[in-house]
């Protein structure tokens, strides 16, 4: 990384953003307060959550991602605080805590690095699969080191030649007496070789969404295997690779749920990696908004600041309108999930729509608002524009969620 100077010019403005973080901070940015509207708990837990993100994640934000470093030992520390199974039961080492909850925690942590909070919510996302879905034997063998991320997970759905088109997966597992032997591979895998239980989404049965099985794959299973580690626009704190299985001899045992319920527990888990997704988006557009509040306040052109030019005024109000605009959609959507209500799938589509849409425009607004400066890695803007763009690919491409909400619309 970067040191003397050149890490000070980076960082320098970490202080006062920290300061425009913390909750409760009235004036210019009461408007954009993430904690209105929160009862007491929820204001803790998010007021944790940011404390960890100014502290333990927002100081090595920029060697993480120029380094390409995996930061399993902060990662540790967040799980001390309760966020490795935030929505997980408490039996097996969970919080247990809701969807509203969880989406306050990773829009606060992703303040300090979106990258390694986003890997932190698909983690998340794979143990609650095996906590709702696994039976008890699997649940306490696998949740509670999960929870305390002395393990990591991966979620492996994607495959070289079906992205959005999931239910066409080819990934096999013939069933061979107690066992199943698992041939294919995964593309895009957010933590590959990297972390230790798979979460994989194979076909155990014919063509279609009622073919498809999940079973939970460890690390060190014979024919697993791994390929090169891609080099990505952003997410560089998290290492992407494809996984590849080769005649893998996988128990029974680790089967979760049924036989052609795979699909359903894939997409059950994608309803809630959306809100998750979405929450991360909301994190880096409020840091970035903040981010350019400030620089227009200490930059001088023509003899005045910036703050002075009613045009970066009216873009600057327009950043923080769609900010709370998003954040209350997808708050409302984590009701709707953690209720079991009806529309709960077609809201956490459209959250994550709009929100990942209108985030990635804060931030890439915010980098414009720093002219020259915003394209330097030594500014904290460029990347959170970098990071937050794949949020409108993945767990989903935005183009899928506008044909799941007019798909709903147009069923009656």
């Given amino acids: 990384s970067r040191s003397g100077p050149a890490m000070a010019m980076a960082w320098r403005l970490a202080p006062r953003l920290a300061a425009r973080l913390a909750l409760g901070r009235r004036g210019i940015a009461s408007c954009i307060d993430p904690s209105v509207g929160l009862t007491e708990d929820q204001k803790e837990f998010q ?66 690095c979106t990258s390694t909070t986003a890997y932190m919510s698909i983690h998340n996302m794979c143990v609650w699969m ?37 239910a066409s997966l080819l990934t096999s597992a013939q069933r061979k007496g107690d066992t199943y032997v698992l041939n294919g591979s995964k593309a895009f895998i957010s933590g590959g070789g990297d972390t230790d239980v798979y979460v994989v989404m194979c076909r155990t049965g014919g063509p279609g969404p009622k073919g498809i099985s999940c079973l939970v794959l460890e690390k060190g299973t014979p024919g697993l295997s791994f390929g090169k580690k891609e080099r990505k626009v952003g997410w560089n704190s998290q290492p992407t690779r494809a996984v590849i299985f080769e005649d893998c001899v996988v128990p029974v045992g680790n089967r979760l749920g049924a036989e052609g319920q795979g699909f359903s527990i894939a997409m059950q ?119 937050i763009r794949v949020h409108q690919i993945l767990e989903g491409t935005n183009e899928v969620m506008r044909m799941i909400v007019a798909r709903n619309l147009l069923q009656g």
């Avoid at 008890?136 to 393990?151: D, G, H, I, N, V």
């Fill in 269 to 387: 888990g994608l309803n809630g990696g959306r809100i998750n997704i979405a929450s991360c988006s909301l994190g880096a557009a409020h840091a970035s908004v903040l981010l350019a509040q400030e620089h227009l306040t200490v930059r001088k052109q023509f003899g005045e600041p910036l703050a002075n030019n009613q045009y970066l005024q009216f873009g600057l109000a327009e950043m923080a309108t769609r900010l709370v605009a998003a954040r209350l959609m997808v708050r409302n959507a984590a009701r709707a999930l953690q209720e079991g209500r009806e529309d709960a799938a077609v809201l956490c589509s459209m959250a994550k729509l709009f929100a990942t849409d209108e985030c990635f425009l804060i931030c890439n607004q915010a980098l414009q608002m720093h002219g020259g400066y915003g394209y330097l890695k030594d500014y904290a803007v460029q990347q959170f524009v970098r990071d």
């Fill in 130 to 166: 095996i906590d709702t879905f696994g039976n008890e034997e699997q649940r306490r063998r696998f949740c509670p080191s999960l929870c305390s991320m002395e393990k990591f997970a991966s979620y492996c759905l994607t495959e070289p030649g079906s992205g959005s088109d999931a």
């Fill in 47 to 112: 007021k944790v959550a940011l404390d960890f993100a100014t502290k333990e994640m927002a100081p090595y934000m920029a060697e993480w991602d120029e380094k390409e470093i995996f930061p399993v030992e902060a990662m540790r520390k967040a799980a001390q605080l309760g966020f490795g199974g935030i929505y997980v039961k408490p039996d097996v080492g969970g919080s247990g805590l809701s969807r509203l909850d969880t989406s306050i925690i990773f829009e606060a942590l992703s303040t300090g």
